[in-house]
């Protein structure tokens, strides 16, 4: 991981966790807290969620949330959503002022709108156009037009007239890229490619985001395996993104947001949206998972963790410990997870975690990443 993205991850964390604190110090509800914190997650292009979903295999976003008011047993959740800005407010809007659970696709979408969730523009928004091509003599060329942003300064110059930014090629590869130009203009977003040894990088596929997210579409259309993609990406991975939190009537909550698997089928609904799976809370703790969802789901993983606490009378970080370190032990798990006590308990089983903690009076926010 380069010191610039972890730099940005610790920021946005710190920028999450401080949102939920404003509004439990303003006497506001752990469900809103939760909303708050990963709503910000759901902004920052670093993380599998909102914005910076991954891609599904038909090169489309499908993103997915859900959250859980411990107190009241209600819950809420949206899944396969593609034009919510924001889908953990669309699933808070669900718990709230709907008699249904889990909403999924243009339902939830239809629903959310009502409702005056944030969405996107459609698929058929105009954006920068550009093209690459190999002649004859095997030689490469790439190039970008653009009106630029909407309501822009101006003056404001574009990454579709800077090379390396919002266009590249040599004698090996041709990209031309779309999407948050003052960002490919920071990183020389175009010229980057060149960093990755992957021959999926020479077929013309461009990428979108500074993550390269139609990179891991076209990476699994040339159908090189899991390990090799890992091995190629292992530098731009994202999680799912939760959080937990306690307020100051004692309630508890707990949420999840994500964009899912990248690759994954179309209409594949996910942890994140499914209290008990992705995340839980009651009148004890609250839990939010990152890691195998469909694992989670067989599991019941969340729920599980609450089964110990509230049936074996294990504490929560025993509790916590068991499901990740043993009945988990063969597929990548981790939580954050929260007690009526104020006890918090964060363990994975990978190299790393993104995680943050933030408590009322005791200091600046907590953040860590590894072991």
């Not at 077929?203 to 390269?212: H, L």
Request: charged residues 20%; aromatic residues 6%; hydrophobic residues 40%.
């Amino acid at each position: 991981m380069g010191a610039e993205r972890e730099g940005h991850c610790r920021a946005a964390l710190t920028s999450s966790v401080k949102a939920a604190m404003d509004v439990l110090s303003g006497d506001g509800t752990a469900v809103d807290a939760v909303v708050a914190a990963i709503a910000v997650m759901e902004d920052d292009p670093m993380f599998n969620a909102g914005r910076g979903a991954v891609f599904a295999a038909n090169g489309t976003n499908e993103l997915d949330a859900g959250i859980m008011d411990g107190f009241t047993g209600a819950v809420g959740g949206v899944s396969t959503v593609k034009r919510i800005m924001n889908p953990i407010i669309a699933a808070k809007f669900v718990m709230q002022h709907s008699k249904h659970s889990l909403l999924c696709g243009e339902g939830a979408e239809n629903f959310a709108f009502r409702h005056g969730c944030p969405m996107v523009l459609s698929e058929v928004t105009k954006g920068t156009v550009g093209a690459v091509a190999l002649d004859m003599q095997g030689h490469l060329a790439a190039g970008s037009s653009t009106g630029g942003l909407s309501g822009k300064e101006p003056g404001r110059v574009s990454d579709s007239s800077i090379s390396g930014a919002g266009f590249y090629a040599d004698r090996r590869i041709a990209v031309s890229a779309t999407g948050n130009g003052d960002e490919f203009i920071r990183m020389s977003a175009s010229k980057i490619v060149l960093k990755c040894d992957c021959m999926a990088f020479n077929n013309n596929f461009g990428f979108v985001t500074i993550d390269f997210s139609l990179v891991e579409y076209a990476i699994r259309q040339f159908g090189m395996g899991e390990e090799k993609m890992n091995g190629v990406l292992s530098e731009v991975t994202k999680g799912t993104v939760g959080a937990v939190a306690l307020d100051m009537q004692g309630h508890l909550a707990a949420g999840s947001s994500t964009g899912g698997l990248s690759g994954k089928e179309p209409g594949r609904v996910s942890d994140s949206s499914i209290s008990g799976a992705g995340f839980y809370a009651d009148r004890r703790i609250a839990v939010s998972a990152t890691g195998n969802g469909d694992e989670f789901i067989r599991m019941s993983a969340s729920k599980q963790i609450a089964d110990l606490v509230n049936y074996r009378g294990l504490d929560l970080t025993e509790a916590c410990a068991q499901v990740v370190h043993t009945d988990m032990k063969d597929v990548h798990a981790g939580f954050i997870a929260l007690d009526i006590s104020g006890t918090v308990t964060m363990p994975f089983n990978t190299p790393g975690m993104f995680r943050a903690t933030l408590r009322h009076g005791q200091g600046p926010a907590v953040v860590e990443i590894f072991k």
